[in-house]
């Protein structure tokens, strides 16, 4: 196992400390893509590694890098719901207005997942309700779309 494969499965482990000594003796881990163009960020807030992203974040991790499909770590945690890793991302100044390859941003993808919870802090923190992914559809569009009438009114 190559040390960058190591590191993404110590991620996966939730293992702090062995983290933490990873990043000592190699600090460039912090930024390593893997075959999916995953970020050790985007890999921990996937799988709701919170304690680990903010170990990341703290060793100046990209807030803002993308992995294969254009996602940042917010988009990827929008539209699983879990606003305190979202919050957590945002305090860290993350792109709240991101796009992946198809357009599609947090709020979009929070408004499709019927992320309730999700759509409000986006908004608290300004997300752009007009943007439009590249179908041309907005994050309301979507809501109306799949009978998500409290996220759609939420939207207004």
Request: hydrophobic residues 40%.
């Amino acid at each position: 196992m190559t040390e960058n494969e190591l590191f993404f499965a110590t991620i996966q482990s939730g293992n702090e400390d062995n983290i933490k000594a990873q990043l000592n003796r190699n600090p460039d881990l912090v930024n390593i893509q893997d075959q999916r163009g995953f970020t050790p960020l985007i890999f921990a807030t996937y799988f709701n590694k919170e304690n680990i992203a903010e170990i990341l974040l703290e060793n100046n991790a990209d807030i803002n890098s993308k992995d294969a499909s254009g996602n940042t770590a917010l988009i990827g945690v929008s539209f699983k719901g879990n606003t305190s890793i979202a919050e957590k991302l945002l305090q860290h100044e993350a792109d709240i207005n991101a796009k992946n390859n198809a357009g599609i941003t947090a709020l979009i993808y929070a408004a499709m997942y019927n992320q309730v919870d999700m759509v409000k802090l986006l908004l608290n923190h300004k997300a752009d309700i007009t943007i439009k992914d590249n179908e041309g559809k907005t994050a309301k569009d979507y809501a109306k779309e799949k009978g998500f009438n409290t996220i759609a009114e939420t939207l207004k």
